[in-house]
């Protein structure tokens, strides 16, 4: 039988992704994940990492979720800049603005879910971050926060980025009780699965050869 495992030549040659490349990578991520973020606030829903803080926040302070994204980042931009460099904490500031700018968009585009939809939102919105995060990974950026955490325990310990994040966001959809029913927590907490498990199969150091 034929091996399909490539020459070790191909791990050492394979091109890297280009500077326009990597910026539509960084428009494409960001707005999915934005657009995953709209679906979860819209139904008063969060997830894990900093986003999802941002969404337990903006339930309870009366400041539009696009600032609150901004500020709950901003201690994980400086952490980013001193363990993985300053391109790395310049791409991330980036990302996160991003984010935010279209997070601020899609509630005048976009009608408000169908009452009742919350499951629905919940595995729709995480899939859709999950996505657009394995996007901004794969081209050297992230969106901050847990995100920041979980790649350098990927890069510095072994650990797989996505059960590490998946563990930090335990707490953050634990504390979704303080503010919203069991039930919004329950599909909460089954979306932040979903956007981890997306994470953990798709993001695994080695099996990706364009960075």
């Not at 729709?124 to 325990?153: D, E, K, T």
């Not at 089954?190 to 150091?205: E, F």
């Amino acid at each position: 039988m034929t091996s399909t495992t490539p020459p070790p030549s191909a791990v050492t040659t394979a091109a890297p992704h280009t500077r326009v490349e990597d910026a539509l990578a960084l428009l494409i991520g960001t707005f999915v994940v934005s657009l995953g973020l709209h679906l979860l606030r819209s139904a008063e829903l969060v997830t894990g990492g900093t986003a999802g803080l941002s969404l337990l926040i903006d339930q309870v302070v009366p400041i539009p979720f696009a600032w609150l994204f901004l500020l709950v980042n901003t201690p994980f931009f400086l952490l980013g800049g001193i363990l993985k460099g300053w391109t790395f904490a310049a791409k991330t500031v980036l990302g996160v603005g991003l984010v935010s700018a279209f997070s601020a968009l899609h509630p005048h585009a976009l009608p408000d879910l169908h009452p009742g939809s919350a499951l629905y939102a919940a595995v729709a919105g995480n899939l859709l971050c999950g996505i657009g995060m394995l996007i901004l990974f794969r081209h050297g950026s992230s969106l901050g926060g847990f995100n920041v955490m979980a790649l350098l325990a990927q890069e510095r310990l072994g650990l797989n980025a996505g059960y590490v994040q998946m563990t930090l966001d335990v707490a953050v959809v634990i504390g979704a009780f303080t503010v919203a029913s069991p039930t919004l927590v329950l599909c909460s907490a089954v979306g932040a699965v979903v956007m981890n498990i997306v994470i953990a199969l798709n993001h695994r150091p080695g099996r990706y050869l364009g960075m």
